[in-house]
Nanobody
């Protein structure tokens, strides 16, 4: 069955640089775009970044542009989100999800991981 498993979250100091991973299984990974979303307590889910299946289309939300980098390794069925210069406002549960099209519209993503918590605190 389709599985997306996030990892790499945890407690991070402001300015830290963790890397999140999204390991996929149960489907043809290279046929799908992968997106990262996040949801902070009391806030709506926010689209963070996506990468198309061929890496030709990459998007970043303004809130993370210049600090986060998304990449994928189709040989390992994994998408990464390198997060740099973290701020307390980056604290959230981060989710990866798959879509047939590269978009930040959450309704296009049918399968989601369980999420990984990132807490930025000193």
């Amino acid at each position: 069955q389709v599985q997306l498993v996030e990892s790499g979250g945890g407690l991070v100091q402001p300015g830290g640089s963790p890397r999140l991973s999204c390991a996929a299984s149960g489907f043809t990974f290279e046929a799908y775009a992968i997106g990262w979303f996040r949801q902070a307590p009391g806030k709506e889910r926010e689209g963070v970044s996506y990468i198309s299946r061929s890496e030709s289309s990459i998007y970043y939300a303004d809130s993370v542009k210049g600090r986060f980098t998304i990449s994928r390794d189709n040989a390992k069925n994994t998408v990464y989100l390198q997060m740099n210069s973290l701020k307390p406002e980056d604290t959230a549960v981060y989710y990866c999800a798959r879509s047939l099209i590269p978009t930040m519209r959450s309704t296009a993503y049918a399968y989601w991981g369980q999420g990984t918590q990132v807490t930025v605190t000193s």
